[in-house]
């Protein structure tokens, strides 16, 4: 059995998708979309059917509310995608906080265009003790762009490494 679910919204409306599939074969997918002036955040999740009931979970805004850090366990969620575009200062200093002095450092005078939280979890109790599963969360920012411009991509470690990626 397959099951999916999608949310659109505008501006800094949030919208969540959660889709949960239980049984021999099929997927679980989920897709959120923010649209703002020449830009769109794209969240998406997905994972596999198990015998017990698998759940995933996307949200998507421009210029709305961050979702939190991630949980310091399971949030429930075998996949789960959180994008924004478009952050406040606010919500920039409060995602990286003081702990992430690599990519503050990296970022110090320049514009913040999205945010992003991706990750999976995996449960045994739906797979057995053995299964082999593949999780997938990812996320999409689309801008309109003119002129040259310097990307920075920040990569935060949330519990396990921190990296810079500038191109």
């Known amino acids: 059995m397959s099951a999916s679910a999608a949310s659109s919204s505008v501006g800094?409306?949030?919208?969540?998708?959660q889709a949960t599939t239980q049984g021999a074969s099929g997927t679980a997918e989920a897709?959120?979309?923010?649209?703002g002036a020449g830009q769109s955040a794209v969240g998406k999740a997905f994972a596999p059917t198990t015998p017990t009931p698998e759940t995933v979970m996307t949200q998507?805004?421009?210029?709305?509310?961050?979702?939190?850090?991630?949980?310091?366990?399971?949030?429930?969620?075998?996949?789960?995608?959180?994008?924004?575009?478009?952050?406040?200062?606010?919500?920039?200093?409060?995602?990286?906080?003081?702990?992430?002095?690599?990519v503050v450092?990296?970022?110090?005078?320049?514009?913040?265009l999205s945010a992003g939280l991706m990750g999976a979890n995996?449960?045994?109790a739906s797979t057995g003790s053995n299964g082999t599963y593949t999780y997938t969360a990812g996320?999409?920012?689309?801008?309109?762009?003119?002129g040259s411009h310097r990307f920075?991509?920040?990569?935060?470690?949330?519990?396990l490494m921190e990296t810079v990626l500038t191109a």
């Open 139 to 146: 996320g999409e920012f689309v801008y309109t762009l003119s």
């Open 152 to 159: 920075t991509l920040g990569l935060l470690d949330m519990g």
């Open 60 to 102: 998507a805004n421009v210029a709305g509310a961050w979702y939190g850090n991630p949980p310091t366990g399971s949030n429930g969620h075998v996949a789960y995608s959180d994008v924004l575009s478009s952050p406040t200062s606010a919500t920039v200093s409060s995602i990286l906080g003081t702990t992430h002095a690599n």
């Open 105 to 112: 450092g990296a970022l110090r005078g320049s514009t913040v």
């Open 31 to 35: 897709q959120s979309s923010g649209l």
């Open 122 to 124: 995996y449960f045994t």
């Open 12 to 17: 800094g409306i949030t919208g969540t998708a």
